[in-house]
């Protein structure tokens, strides 16, 4: 089963602050993912990335956000100018040359709390 | 994007078979139903998948109904270390995104 870590495991800032969320999955990767929780909420898709480009996004996946592979292994998530809604668990998922069916395996997960 | 309906929450003791019912009434010919769980503090783990047939492996089994409107992951033996929150989820493989629901709180009473 593939792995990913992710880094940190907590983050905090102030509000209007950037953060950058890192992902390093430990497998060969085919597609990243980053999803979010608010605390007590449904896990909620951003964005899919593939080939060094954006394949799907979501609403919330506005000018704010943004992702990146910066030297080919990380795999990033960039909020530009964080809100006090931003507050949440943030996961990324990879599925691996295995995953024959869309089988995602998720990291632990980052969870950013804005002040 | 196809839904699910599970229930909220379920209870069953340590060492006893769980079973934990979907329905999804308007599946369409090509979704795969995906499980996944999430245990507490944890990001959601891939538990099993399947298309028409029933499935088995080292964590689960799925059963799907003939006409695929319903499904039910089975846990032969629940120990306290699966107390998690089960999702299931369609999705039409590729890369699609996943869309989760609220799923079904299993707990597992000792």
């Known amino acids: 089963e593939p792995e990913v870590t992710q880094t940190p495991s907590h983050q905090v800032t102030q509000m209007g602050q950037e953060v950058i969320l890192r992902c390093v999955p430990i497998?060969?990767?085919?597609?990243f993912y980053w999803y979010r929780q608010i605390l007590g909420q449904k896990v909620e898709f951003l964005v899919s990335?593939?080939?060094?480009?954006?394949?799907?996004k979501s609403e919330i996946f506005d000018d704010q956000f943004s992702v990146e592979r910066p030297d080919g292994s990380n795999f990033t998530l960039k909020i530009r100018s964080t809100k006090l809604e931003d507050s949440a668990m943030y996961f990324c998922?990879?599925?691996?040359?295995?995953?024959?069916?869309?089988?995602?395996?998720f990291g632990p997960g980052t969870r950013l709390t804005v002040l | 994007d196809a839904k699910t309906t599970q229930p909220n929450s379920m209870e069953s003791n340590e060492e006893e078979p769980v079973h934990l019912p979907c329905n999804h009434s308007?599946?369409?010919?090509?979704?795969?139903i995906h499980w996944y769980r999430q245990l507490p503090s944890q990001g959601p783990e891939y538990v099993i998948h399947?298309?028409?047939s029933n499935v088995n492996n080292r964590m689960a089994s799925l059963a799907i109904a003939e006409d695929r409107k319903s499904s039910t992951l089975i846990l032969h033996r629940a120990t306290l270390r699966d107390a998690a929150v089960y999702y299931c989820?369609?999705?039409?493989?590729?890369?699609?995104?996943?869309?989760f629901g609220k799923g079904t709180k299993l707990t597992v009473n000792p």
């Open positions: 399947g298309l028409t």
């Open positions: 998922a990879i599925t691996s040359m295995s995953s024959v069916h869309n089988e995602q395996f």
């Open positions: 990335f593939y080939n060094n480009e954006i394949s799907e």
């Open positions: 989820i369609l999705s039409r493989g590729g890369s699609e995104k996943l869309v």
């Open positions: 308007t599946i369409s010919g090509t979704d795969y």
């Open positions: 497998s060969n990767h085919l597609y």
